[in-house]
């Protein structure tokens, strides 16, 4: 039976001290009550999985549906008609409709044009961190983490330069909007104006196709047809938001992991062939991507002895998962030279037909935003060590990353 102490509000997973240390009450709910009935403001029965084994099922299972907006008339109510608009795409929809989509983006996604672009991540990183002051402290994510993925997306997709400011402030508004009625506003004005932003972009794009993804989208077709106007501006939004906002914070987790590890620190810069282990490492350790976007079910279900009645929402809490102890061994330790058939089994990029098919270009950054830095400044240390981090406060535990990450490139210097 659940008591009110196993259990968890939605509200209390977004509290200062639980932003701190979510692994500890991860731990007590994937012990006592892995499938947790909560209490959201929004009012819906929502329900958190948190077990390794039920989450990975959960991913996968077709009667969790994700088209929240066509299916579930709350949630239109809850998030409003303006987040509907960026929602028409693969993230947000099943089969059949998910597999036309998806199949039309991976088209042009391939791993082969994603490995294309690292010379010219390279060449991004070496700018940024030629901007960066070597021996004052300064904060590393508006600095570098974030600049990086959005020039590198944005130039996958063919945004302009100019534009990419505003789509990030636009984007780091929907991400952290709330429930209150202010925030609502903030949420609306947001999204309208990133769906402004995209309508107009895939306008011009349609007019002046150039070499780019977005180009490539807008005449990319099939045999179900190509992608409608709707679908377009939709698709757009999710690759440039999921595309930066993720990669970023990942960067930074990854950066502070290290730093705070020196011995871990060590053995990447002693053997640099452990750079793919270290990544896969860092996105099963604190991967930036804490809970998956709400399914919803859409009939009875039952994982761990627990009902899910049908029409409950479900969050699966992926972070919870990567530290399961049924499948990781020592999983609260970071250990980059952590054997791969245990490492790479993490549910960091998700699993299924959802699985992350951004997730070859977040590899890719992070391999090269990590060898960039520690390369280039080998005695990079905290700014200031003794005030530990401090973790982005957000109104949904969707991301997991910091809010700031004062460092010194070269204090020896």
């Known amino acids: 039976m659940t008591t009110t102490q196993d259990a968890v509000t939605a509200a209390e997973r977004c509290t200062p001290e639980f932003r701190r240390d979510p692994h500890t009450v991860y731990a007590r709910l994937r012990e006592a009550v892995p499938v947790c009935p909560m209490r959201p403001p929004h009012g819906n029965e929502t329900y958190l999985i948190t077990r390794y084994e039920h989450a990975r099922a959960a991913l996968s299972d077709p009667r969790l549906?994700?088209?929240?907006?066509?299916?579930?008339?709350?949630?239109?109510?809850?998030?409003?008609?303006?987040?509907?608009?960026?929602?028409?795409?693969?993230?947000?929809?099943?089969?059949?409709?998910?597999?036309?989509?998806?199949?039309?983006?991976?088209?042009?996604?391939?791993?082969?044009r994603v490995e294309a672009l690292r010379p010219r991540i390279e060449e991004l990183a070496g700018d940024l961190l030629d901007a960066c002051p070597t021996r004052e402290p300064f904060d590393l994510l508006p600095a570098f983490a974030f600049p990086l993925p959005i020039g590198v997306i944005g130039e996958l997709l063919g945004v302009p330069a100019e534009d990419r400011p505003l789509l990030q402030r636009l984007s780091t508004t929907v991400a952290q909007s709330g429930f209150g009625e202010e925030a609502k506003r903030a949420q609306q004005e947001a999204e309208e104006g990133l769906h402004a932003c995209f309508t107009d972009l895939v306008a011009a794009k349609r007019a002046h196709p150039?070499?780019?993804?977005?180009?490539?989208?807008?005449?990319?077709?099939?045999?179900?047809?190509?992608?409608?106007?709707?679908?377009?501006?939709?698709?757009?939004?999710?690759?440039?938001?999921?595309?930066?906002?993720?990669?970023?914070?990942?960067?930074?987790?990854?950066?502070?992991?290290?730093?705070?590890?020196?011995?871990?620190?060590?053995?990447?810069?002693?053997?640099?062939?452990?750079?793919?282990?270290?990544?896969e490492e860092l996105v099963r350790f604190e991967g930036s991507v804490e809970s998956a976007t709400f399914r919803y079910a859409t009939e009875d279900v039952e994982y761990g002895g627990t009902l899910i009645p049908k029409g409950s929402l479900?969050?699966?809490a992926l972070s919870s998962a990567n530290r399961d102890p049924r499948k990781f061994d020592a999983p609260d330790e970071f250990d980059v030279t952590r054997p791969g058939n245990a490492r790479d089994a993490h549910v960091g990029f998700g699993h299924g037909i959802h699985y992350c098919l951004g997730a070859p270009l977040a590899r890719l950054e992070m391999q090269v935003a990590l060898t960039s830095l520690f390369d280039r400044f080998p005695r990079m240390a905290p700014a200031d060590p003794a005030g530990g981090p401090r973790w982005m406060q957000v109104p949904f535990p969707a991301f997991r990353g910091l809010a700031e990450l004062p460092v010194v490139l070269d204090p020896s210097g």
């Open 65 to 112: 549906s994700k088209d929240m907006y066509g299916a579930l008339d709350a949630y239109r109510r809850i998030f409003g008609e303006s987040s509907v608009a960026l929602d028409d795409n693969m993230l947000n929809s099943d089969p059949p409709k998910h597999t036309r989509l998806r199949r039309l983006v991976s088209s042009q996604f391939t791993p082969r």
């Open 314 to 316: 479900v969050q699966i």
């Open 210 to 279: 150039g070499e780019d993804l977005l180009s490539a989208l807008v005449t990319a077709r099939d045999g179900d047809g190509g992608l409608t106007e709707s679908e377009l501006v939709s698709t757009a939004f999710l690759l440039m938001f999921a595309g930066h906002k993720t990669t970023a914070y990942l960067i930074g987790n990854a950066v502070h992991h290290l730093l705070s590890r020196p011995a871990q620190l060590r053995a990447l810069r002693e053997d640099p062939e452990l750079i793919r282990a270290t990544v």
